[in-house]
């Protein structure tokens, strides 16, 4: 029961009416999809992005200096070292893997 002032200034009980308020889904939202939702996205992203260019840079400002590469020398005729051979020498018989050991 709610309670109302009556003409004369005192508290009276009033019934509480039942009161039901049909809407359908459009009008129950509290906001509409559409445009501002789309805006709220986009500058979401912008700003992300914007945020994430800043970092790249000031992670590159901070980076250390990393030293020049050594020259190549004046003997350019040396044959380059061999990579990724696979050494086929058989192993010699004596000799045990032990576990735990490190060679």
């Given at each position: 029961?709610?309670?109302?002032?009556?003409?004369?200034g005192k508290l009276?009980?009033?019934?509480?009416?039942?009161?039901?308020?049909?809407?359908?889904?459009?009008?129950?939202?509290?906001?509409?999809?559409?445009?501002?939702?789309?805006?709220?996205?986009?500058?979401?992203?912008?700003?992300?992005?914007?945020?994430?260019?800043?970092?790249?840079?000031?992670?590159?400002?901070?980076?250390?200096?990393?030293?020049?590469?050594?020259?190549?020398?004046?003997?350019?005729?040396?044959?380059?070292?061999?990579?990724?051979?696979?050494?086929?020498?058989?192993?010699?018989?004596?000799?045990?893997?032990?576990?735990?050991?490190?060679?």
């Open positions: 029961m709610s309670r109302q002032i009556d003409s004369d009276k009980d009033a019934p509480v009416i039942d009161r039901t308020v049909e809407r359908n889904a459009t009008q129950a939202r509290q906001g509409q999809r559409g445009r501002p939702v789309l805006w709220v996205l986009v500058a979401g992203l912008v700003l992300a992005l914007v945020a994430w260019g800043v970092t790249e840079i000031y992670g590159v400002a901070i980076a250390p200096q990393q030293p020049d590469p050594p020259a190549a020398s004046a003997d350019s005729d040396a044959e380059p070292p061999a990579q990724n051979t696979i050494d086929a020498t058989p192993a010699p018989d004596d000799i045990q893997p032990q576990r735990g050991v490190s060679p």
